[in-house]
């Protein structure tokens, strides 16, 4: 069955995307990323340390992955913009995971700076991938302001809650029939991956439950395996829930 | 002569008249997937030979780490 995940005119056949960060090692990270068969990584902007202590980090990746570059670490829309323009000059892609975080203990997004950093960045030819809370009003604007998908997050950035609340992303996946939506943080186990794409959500994006998972590689395959199930699932459509039971075998005809 | 600049958040004294690619040479940083703000504004690449940094210049000179 042709399943084909296609994002701004780009088409993917892993609807998993990854991170790159808080890996043991690149070795492990090489491995959980062939395993987890995604297309895509996200990476983060930094300061190059002037001690020159810096790796070239990017020579890890497997160079058939596309990188996302993220704008992690700006609390304000300004900050994100001049990040997402700086990755944009570095790696010569306009595509954009748009973070701009409220507040340092939840790293919950400011949805109020994600908009309005949004808007700019849309103007300037980015394919902005917006990162922020799941809520429908907020993903219409900024499907409005351009966006091509929009990113809900499942819970707090490397909680590995899963989906906290599951009616908001069934009520925006109804709502936004035609958009695409993507879950991005907080799963923590492959039954949340699961369960987010049964909910209808065209891709996930997740790094901790894979980078610190204790077998990386195998948490990445399971992860895929998920992925996949869930996606099915929700192609396939769910039984009814029902209050009582309903025989699954004849009633009737049993010995007495 | 001497400036004053910032570099990353932290004050550098440097030569007077250095271009941009020199600074990156001073500090004996690497070329390649990198991207550098001069002044709150992205300084293209092609524009780092022939850019020569002032004295009170706020650069940022940035790379791509591991991030989700």
């Known amino acids: 069955m042709s399943d084909s995940f296609v994002l701004a005119g780009h088409e993917f056949s892993s609807r998993l995307i990854i991170g790159t960060g808080k890996y043991r090692s690149y070795d492990e990270m090489k491995s959980a990323h062939a395993a987890s068969g995604a297309e895509m990584v996200t990476v983060a902007v930094n300061r190059v340390p002037l001690d020159g202590t810096s790796e070239s980090f990017l020579d890890h990746l497997n160079p058939k992955m596309k990188i996302l570059p993220n704008t992690a670490g700006c609390y304000y829309a300004d900050h994100a913009i001049r990040t997402a323009r700086l990755a944009r000059e570095a790696l010569e892609t306009e595509w954009i995971k748009l973070e701009v975080i409220g507040d340092q203990t939840t790293l919950l997004p400011d949805n109020e700076q994600t908009l309005e950093a949004a808007r700019v960045l849309v103007k300037e030819g980015f394919t902005v991938l917006p990162y922020f809370t799941d809520d429908l009003i907020m993903a219409r604007k900024l499907l409005d302001a351009g966006c091509p998908a929009v990113m809900p997050l499942a819970a707090p950035i490397g909680s590995g809650m899963g989906v906290q609340n599951p009616s908001n992303l069934r009520i925006m996946r109804e709502q936004l029939p035609d958009a695409t939506i993507i879950v991005d943080a907080g799963v923590g186990v492959p039954s949340d991956a699961a369960i987010a794409m049964e909910l209808g959500a065209d891709a996930l994006l997740m790094n901790t439950s894979i980078a610190e998972a204790g077998d990386a590689p195998a948490m990445a395959t399971a992860m895929k395996l998920a992925v996949e199930a869930g996606r099915l699932a929700y192609l396939s459509g769910r039984m009814p829930k029902r209050l009582y039971a309903s025989a699954s075998s004849p009633i009737q005809g049993a010995i007495r | ?68």
Do not use: Y
Not at chain 2, 10 to 25: C, P, V, Y
């Open chain 2, 1 to 68: 002569m001497t400036i004053e600049i910032t570099v990353n958040g932290e004050q550098q004294s440097i030569q007077a008249g250095l271009t941009a690619d020199a600074l990156l040479d001073h500090l004996s940083l690497k070329k390649k997937l990198i991207a550098i703000e001069l002044n709150a504004e992205v300084l293209r690449r092609d524009l780092w030979p022939t850019t020569e940094i002032i004295a009170g210049d706020r650069l940022e000179v940035v790379h791509f780490v591991g991030g989700g």
